[in-house]
T-cell receptor, first 114, second 112 residues
Framework: GAGVSQSPSNKVTEKGKDVELRCDPI?????LYWYRQSLGQGLEFLIY????????KSGLPSDRFSAERTGGSVSTLTIQRTQQEDSAVYLC????????????FGSGTQLSVL | GNSVTQMEGPVTLSEEAFLTINCTYT??????LFWYVQYPGEGLQLLLK?????DKGSNKGFEATYRKETTSFHLEKGSVQVSDSAVYFC???????????FGQGTILTVHP
């Protein structure tokens, strides 16, 4: 596609359920990032992929959060046993693997945990 | 630590007013600096960037100068338009790959 695609755009779940969020990066972009945007918290870095490897997972807030990437393309962010504090917009971005290269962001997944 | 601090919002201006949104950073070394913008209902997009001290980034009438002495990268526009209403994020780049550290974001509303 022409841009970074994320699905679903909105997800409402009950506390304790697992959720999967998907990101389709721009073709040819080997670098992929997940961020979380919460009210009053700005954008928090979660994880960085280069190809299928994740050399920086330092932003994952707990072991309930995990992410994978397959074929150097699609990435899935999984949150297990969701909590209300997980409610946020989850953003995916991709870029060429060059330092200081522009990041292209998707429109995000709005996650609401009831 | 490494962080980015932005002027708190929201900021409300009348059309054609002058805009400044302050941004300061802490970092080891001299990272690249960015302003990203998020228009209503859209994803973040790069507005401008500067990669070294004294560089000026500019786009769509917006400007920001990389000030090493004051560790700042303030965003300015001489005459804002209603269409500039958005959330503006200052960000600091990484050293070995493209990870960005963002400020809190500043909501700008421009009235006719």
């Amino acid at each position: 596609g022409a841009g970074v695609s994320q699905s679903p755009s909105n997800k409402v779940t009950e506390k304790g359920k697992d959720v999967e969020l998907r990101c389709d990066p721009i073709s040819g972009h080997t670098a992929l990032y997940w961020y979380r945007q919460s009210l009053g918290q700005g954008l928090e870095f979660l994880i960085y992929f280069q190809g299928n490897s994740a050399p920086d997972k330092s932003g994952l807030p707990s072991d309930r959060f995990s992410a994978e990437r397959t074929g150097g393309s699609v990435s899935t962010l999984t949150i297990q046993r969701t909590q209300q504090e997980d409610s946020a917009v989850y953003l995916c971005a991709s870029s060429l693997p060059i330092v200081n290269e522009k990041l292209f962001f998707g429109s995000g997944t709005q996650l609401s945990v009831l | 630590g490494n962080s980015v601090t932005q002027m708190e919002g929201p900021v409300t201006l009348s059309e054609e007013a002058f805009l400044t949104i302050n941004c300061t950073y802490t970092a080891t070394g001299y990272p690249s600096l960015f302003w990203y913008v998020q228009y209503p209902g859209e994803g973040l997009q790069l507005l401008l960037k500067a990669t070294k001290a004294d560089d000026k980034g500019s786009n769509k009438g917006f400007e920001a100068t990389y000030r090493k002495e004051t560790t700042s990268f303030h965003l300015e526009k001489g005459s804002v338009q209603v269409s500039d209403s958005a959330v503006y994020f200052c960000a600091r780049g990484g050293t070995s790959y493209g990870k960005l550290t963002f400020g809190q974001g500043t909501i700008l509303t421009v009235h006719p």
